[in-house]
């Protein structure tokens, strides 16, 4: 039973940058990993992914909606899952959460929330104007 524990989440204007990190109880160099995110009342939102793939590199997989302005990095040494998000905007503001599978999924399966097992609590994102 994976433990996913986000952080990093906070208030920026809008244009600012924050990291967010999860971080997990076990290694989770085998399981697919991604960030979703929430606003009450609407669907949870996919925003991208890690996977192990063909060579020694994960892939990752990004959500249009936020493409070139968030990456998504693992460091399997610590655990821990990364969310860097640039050029934030006021409809990033969002509760983000981290979540976790062991399933073999690749490419847009790994945008699909069902997929995912463990769930972290998240972590709230506000972006100011």
């Known amino acids: 039973h994976v433990q996913l524990v986000e952080s990093g989440g906070g208030s920026v204007q809008a244009g600012g940058s924050l990291v967010l990190s999860c971080s997990a109880s076990?290694?989770?160099?085998?399981?697919?990993m991604g960030w979703f995110r929430q606003v009450p009342g609407k669907a949870r939102e996919a925003v991208a992914s890690?996977?192990?793939?063909?060579?020694?590199?994960?892939?990752?997989f990004i959500a249009d909606s936020v493409k070139g302005r968030f990456t998504i990095s693992q460091d399997n040494g610590k655990n821990t899952l990364y969310l860097q998000m640039n050029s934030l905007k006021p409809e990033d503001t969002a509760m983000y959460y981290c979540?976790?599978?062991?399933?073999?999924?690749?490419?847009?399966?790994?945008?699909?929330?069902?997929?995912?097992?463990?769930w972290g609590q998240g972590t709230q994102v506000t972006v100011g104007t």
């Open positions: 979540a976790a599978t062991r399933l073999s999924i690749l490419g847009a399966s790994t945008l699909r929330a069902p997929q995912y097992t463990y």
């Open positions: 076990e290694d989770t160099s085998g399981h697919c």
């Open positions: 890690s996977y192990p793939g063909a060579g020694p590199e994960r892939d990752t």
